[in-house]
């Protein structure tokens, strides 16, 4: 599991000293209990001859309670290092969707993601744990043999004469197992992304009466999981079932050669109660059968992982941005989406301290324009510039400083009203968040508030424009020389839109705004308009000269535009 999700630790996991304390207990139990049949049998022996055997009863006894010791040091090792490694997974994982951004969500969907990051990582977790306990279960066939061959060797014989049986079963087992689990939790994640979807559009579903219809949607994967589970348990019940058969006749072959050997004077009682207790190890397979389930799920959780991982995060190189006004540039950029360029080929230039409206019909690609012009996506070709610097070669620090950003549904993420403003900014003051708020018109429904700007978001009820007036106020306090809004102002009433669009676009006001408009006063307003038709740049100018244009003014016709 580890080396699948890239851990730096190794094989050892997240926690190596307790993964070793984990396999030095679980050895030293097995160890105990391998000398354990040797000690029964030898004072047996004492006792049959009517010897003192009190300091071998003592052995026995000490053996006893060192194994119940040992066995509850594994429970408590195990648990801990389960528990430190899923946790370390689960943040591994979740830093890195992050890091990625959109396209984890777009290649896995939002319900498989959590899936993955819940349940597998759950069972990934545990694979350190089943694999110190795989130890264990190998030491202790691998035991009872040696120990079966120092008593005598036909004893060993006469067990490895069925090994090859057992060893064919537990490779079938292994193989078997893999495949079903791992399409018992590919079915999960697809149960999960539906559940997400669902959720998230409750009221929808709400308002069309298809609770039933969606209900069986989510459900649709429910018999291949039923499918997927049966054969779990179908394969582990025959591999149990084909052990039980084998393994006892071995250990009737074991018992039956001991016996002769007790009639024969070569063994003693003590001996044959010993080989009869190291052949039920050396067949354990019903032990090593249940731990081979537990390290095929882990693995199958573990590859599940590994698929998220492997997405590529964005790399930020190590430059600096010069002074400069904000000028951003797009250099024969393009993007592509589902298979499709979206944008193909776009060259931009807005000049510093200017506002660009980007205007075109749905679909035009006008999120994604502004995505790249932050650099929330990279272009598949071409290069984006600020001040002359590509955004590629940027520090994550230095990017995230320079450029702001308020979408049409800001997330608001749990914190109070002042915090969600503040959002990344490392000391923000009371007096720059009430400022912020005030340019985005939210400080009269905010102050409003029993708890003003302390507020936290559960608690205060707001309508879709109040939300976007809270984005708004977070990028205003942001700052930076560059300022993305991508349809921010969707929500907000036509009042509230020009006086914000005012602010942006007044007398004094710093930096460089890439507006994306869908309305023709949003647009009026700008510095100039960019016209996006078809993944490439029709035309810039000012709104008056375009507007000429019949094709631009369609974009605008009945609402169109955002």
Not at 197 to 218: K, L, N, Q
Request: charged share 20%; proline share 5%; hydrophobic share 50%.
């Amino acid at each position: 599991m580890a080396e699948n999700v890239g851990t730096p630790h190794g094989p050892l996991g997240p926690a190596p000293a307790r993964w070793l304390a984990l396999c030095l207990a679980s050895t030293a139990a097995t160890g105990a209990a391998l000398l354990l049949p040797a000690a029964l049998g030898r004072t047996l022996d004492l006792l049959l001859a009517h010897d003192p055997a009190t300091r071998w009863v003592l052995y026995c006894a000490a053996l006893v309670l060192l194994i119940a010791l040992l066995d509850a040091c594994e429970t408590v090792l195990g648990g801990t290092v389960d528990a430190r490694t899923t946790a370390w997974l689960r943040r591994r994982l979740t830093a890195h969707v992050l890091a990625v951004g959109p396209r984890a969500a777009a290649r896995f969907g939002p319900g498989d993601l959590v899936a993955r990051l819940v349940g597998n990582a759950a069972q990934a977790g545990t694979a350190p744990t089943s694999r110190a306990a795989l130890l264990s279960a190998l030491a202790g066939p691998v035991g009872g043999l040696v120990a079966l061959a120092l008593i005598d060797p036909w004893l060993a014989a006469v067990w490895l004469a069925g090994a090859p049986v057992l060893a064919l079963l537990l490779r079938a087992f292994a193989r078997d197992t893999r495949e079903c689990v791992t399409r018992y939790q590919e079915a999960q994640g697809r149960i999960a992304a539906a559940l997400s979807e669902a959720v998230g559009g409750h009221r929808t579903i709400a308002a069309a009466g298809t609770t039933d219809r969606e209900t069986a949607r989510i459900l649709r994967p429910l018999p291949e999981l039923s499918s997927a589970g049966h054969r779990m348990w179908r394969v582990q019940g025959r591999a149990a079932g084909q052990s039980v058969a084998v393994a006892p006749l071995l250990q009737l072959g074991v018992v039956a050669v001991a016996g002769v050997l007790l009639a024969r004077h070569r063994l003693t009682v003590g001996e044959v109660l010993a080989a009869s207790r190291y052949a039920v190890l050396a067949t354990g397979v019903g032990v090593l059968v249940g731990q081979l389930a537990g390290l095929a799920r882990a693995r199958a959780a573990a590859g599940r992982l590994t698929e998220v991982l492997a997405e590529p995060a964005a790399a930020h190189g190590e430059r600096r941005l010069p002074a400069g006004p904000g000028r951003l540039e797009l250099r024969g950029v393009t993007a592509r989406r589902g298979g499709r360029a979206v944008l193909d080929g776009v060259d931009l230039v807005v000049p510093g301290g200017t506002t660009l409206a980007v205007v075109g019909r749905s679909g035009a690609g006008k999120s994604l324009l502004a995505a790249l012009a932050g650099r929330l996506a990279d272009p598949d070709a071409g290069e984006v510039l600020l001040d002359g610097v590509p955004l590629r070669d940027l520090t994550r620090d230095e990017l995230r400083r320079a450029i702001g950003h308020a979408f049409e549904r800001p997330a608001l993420l749990g914190g109070t009203l002042a915090q969600e403003i503040g959002l990344g900014l490392a000391s923000p003051s009371p007096a720059r968040i009430r400022e912020a708020a005030r340019a985005a018109h939210a400080d009269d429904f905010v102050s409003r508030l029993p708890a003003g700007y302390a507020t936290r978001c559960a608690d205060a009820p707001r309508s879709g424009g109040e939300s976007q007036r809270l984005g708004l106020a977070r990028a205003f306090a942001h700052g930076g020389r560059l300022l993305v809004l991508d349809d921010a102002l969707s929500s907000l009433d036509t009042v509230t839109e020009a006086r914000i669009t005012e602010s942006l676009v007044g007398a004094g006001t710093d930096g460089t705004r890439l507006l994306i408009a869908h309305r023709a006063s949003t647009a009026a307003r700008a510095d100039a308009v960019a016209w996006l038709d078809g993944g490439r740049i029709r035309a810039v100018g000012p709104h008056e000269e375009l507007w000429r244009m019949p094709g631009y003014r369609a974009v605008f016709a009945g609402g169109e535009g955002a």
